[in-house]
């Protein structure tokens, strides 16, 4: 039994090593300890889908997941879809389809997108529509999203 | 920080886990895919003082066939495992057709079989069918182990017989009988939602197609899934035909005894219930006829 432990884990190729309290939930670690604030956090409880991130090639919520739990884990956040200045397609759908306004939402909706597509690569609107049903998004209606994801296809 | 402070292991075999269970009982919680337990610690409404991490029992992770025909189903494995496993689709129809009701696809990554169970939400679908299938749980302690059928497990409202030193380590599932008809139906809200209501029919005919069994759980209508004796008595060894579903539909809505909340009625589940029932027995008539989905 511990209140604090060190834990190693793999965050968009970099590697990380940190010392943490065993109450600090994935997402914290990831926005405050190791800076990575592109993962957003909204209702902390699981219901909006904000935090998504790939753990270990799968779309999870990082709220309700401890840091340590990460131990030993490989972890891709929002960050780590373009590379340098070149958007990932994904998010050059998003773009084009004016698939966000505030952007509060977005890491959440690509990070779930971008998990969905690797095992879908060819999916149904209605395919698509079940898989962002976990993400909640007050702005834009969902339609721009949808046809980011359509677009974005193969 | 979102969580009050606790102490926190991770055991990686069971014998560890078990003997943490039994030093700390009821003041610890066990973690296992988190999907409910976390939400309610970051909302501080649970504090436990002792966090028992079971993620890393690889022995509680797998889905095995007994000799029999049917699946043992390890407490660990994931909601998303059993969605995508061509076994369970193939050795039981009715609990794959479960899972993508369940939460959404990102909550199924995390949440386990075992984990569903043992929260017990009454308005869940993994009890239910778990009753429906008369399933049976293994539960283990430092001292024993013990098999609880599915019909004594679920007590009450987020509530079952599992004890605070015990571990709830599989869920075994008898051998499905092949030509029996199915179907899980279910009301809510929004996609991924806890149903307002839901149905679990099973049914099989005799040479006459007649009914020979047909059994009907009903969720989200009170503390624990129910089942419908009174239903089920007046289908057996009748044809399941317009007349005989309607009459269904009545018991069903008379005998359920639902409570009010938020996010419906009691006038409103009762009415829900016995159409949701009558819609399950006739998809789970047309597979038993061998027909698919209407």
Redesign the interface.
Known sequence: ???H?TIAVIVNGHTYERPV?????LA?FLRDDLGLTGTHLGC???VC?AC?IL?DG????S????A??ADGATLMTVEGLAQGDQLHPLQQAFQAQHALQCGFCTPGFLM?AY??LKETPAPTEAQV???I??NICRCTGYLPIIQAILKDRG | ??????????PTDLAEALA?LDRYGDEAKV?AG??SL??LM??RLARPR??I?I?RLSTLASIASDPQGGLNIGGLVRQ?TVERSSQVHVAHPLLAAAM?LI?????R??GTIGGSMVHADPAAELPAVAIALRAEFVLRSTRQERIVPAGAFFVSYLTTAIQPTELLTEIRLPAWIPGTGWAIEEVCR???DFALVGAVALVRLDGRAACQEARLTLFGVGGTPVRIPKAEDRLRGHALDDRALGEVARIVSEELQPDTDLHASAEYRKEVGGAIARRALQAALLRANGGTRV
């Open positions: 039994m511990s209140t432990r309290e065993v109450r600090r939930t914290d902390e409880h699981g889908g998504t753990l799968e779309a999870v919520r709220c309700l997941m401890l340590v739990q779930t998990a969905f529509r079940d898989a049903s976990g | 920080m979102k969580p009050a402070p606790f102490e926190y292991a991770a943490l973690l988190g999907q976390m939400p970051n909302l002792a966090l991490d993620n998303r993508p939460g959404h696809f990102q909550i990554n995390r929004r996609t991924g």
